[in-house]
């Protein structure tokens, strides 16, 4: 063990080789975990750090721990929530300005953009059209507009082709919502989204990596801009997990 580092929980290692073998075991979403008493045999611990182990899992969104008859821990399909929770609390804990995570994504997502661009296949393209449909179905639902527009640039990373990407750009899509930003969206802004994430299908569709990454750069620069007219003081606000 390196110096300062704390000694590992017994929960945690428990946790890590209950996800071990959901993977051996070719565990799916919705499967059932064993009977507690037969993971006790196999982990050879207590009660107690057994449901410390399922407990840290079920804040992961790894498992789902159901009450009642037929119930106990089943396998979830994490989801990029976590991450973007993780995220905020690193920030939170940094005193980071909502700034920060504004460089950064205008940095990163049209370098995602443009491989994106390269990379999509005809089954994400099919599903952006179909994003782009239902968002305009939803101009009268800023909420519902916000939602489908987060999905829009979800499935621009997804075309990547590249989880890291993904996950990365998801997270970053949770700490920047609606939640953080209340009446992002207007009449106006919804209307430029939808312009943007059409000229970037058409890029998708030519495979022209190069203009899907000058317009998504514009788009996030106009973006920002919106911001600072609307909400002046958002960009040195700092970040705040708990005011969500």
């Known amino acids: 063990m390196a110096p300062g580092r704390r000694p590992e929980k017994t929960a945690t290692i428990v946790a890590r080789r209950i996800v071990e073998d959901i993977h ?3 565990r799916q979403p919705g499967d059932h975990l064993p009977p507690e008493k037969d993971m006790l045999e196999r982990y050879q ?3 107690g750090t057994l449901r410390e182990a399922l407990r840290f899992l079920e804040l992961q969104n790894v498992l789902a721990i159901r009450p009642g008859p037929g119930g106990g821990p089943v396998v979830l399909q994490p989801e990029a929530g976590a991450l973007g929770v993780s995220l905020l609390l690193l920030l939170q804990f940094d005193r980071a300005p909502y700034a920060m995570l504004l460089e950064a994504r205008a940095t990163l997502e049209p370098v995602l953009v443009e491989i994106a661009a390269q990379r999509a296949t005809p089954e994400n393209i099919a599903e952006l059209e179909a994003i782009v449909l239902r968002s305009r179905e939803l101009v009268n639902d800023p909420t519902g507009f916000g939602q489908s527009n987060k ?4 499935q621009l990373a997804t075309s990547t082709q590249n989880s890291v990407y993904r996950y990365f750009l998801s997270a970053l899509l949770e700490v920047l919502d609606e939640r953080t930003v209340p009446n992002a969206y207007t009449p106006e802004t919804i209307e430029k ?7 970037i299908l058409e890029a998708f569709r030519a495979k022209d990596g190069t203009r899907a990454a000058e317009l998504t750069r514009a788009h996030l620069n106009g973006y920002v801009r919106d911001l600072d007219e609307r909400f002046p003081d958002f960009q040195s606000r700092p970040i705040n997990w708990v005011g969500r």
Request: glycine share 6%; proline share 0%; charged share 25%.
């Open 45 to 47: 611990v207590g009660r």
């Open 151 to 154: 999905e829009f640039h979800e």
């Open 24 to 26: 051996v075991n070719n």
């Open 193 to 199: 989204v939808l312009t943007f994430n059409e000229a």
